[in-house]
């Protein structure tokens, strides 16, 4: 998408990880929500309950989503 000029969104972002889980591909989905949270992110509800499907496996993303979303608000 960037490659083209279109910058995406947590809406770009939550639709393309729920393709990747939806087709099962849990590597491709861990590795796009890192790419979201480390380009500053922040994690909403939709995101939250996408990671569901993750959190079992990799609680490192469920870490990282957790804080971000702590720091979005304010709270340390």
């Known amino acids: 998408m ?3 000029g279109c910058l995406p969104n947590n809406c770009c972002y939550n639709i393309i990880i ?3 889980l939806k087709h099962e591909d849990l590597p491709k989905a861990s ?3 890192n790419e ?3 380009k ?3 994690a909403d ?3 939250t309950e996408l990671v569901v499907h993750l959190s079992l496996n990799n609680d490192l993303i469920l870490s990282k989503l ?3 979303s702590k720091a979005s608000k304010g709270v340390q």
């Open 2 to 4: 960037e490659k083209v």
């Open 40 to 42: 500053g992110f922040s």
């Open 18 to 20: 729920q393709g990747f």
């Open 36 to 38: 979201m949270v480390d």
């Open 66 to 68: 957790r804080n971000r």
């Open 45 to 47: 509800a939709a995101t």
């Open 31 to 33: 590795e796009l929500i």
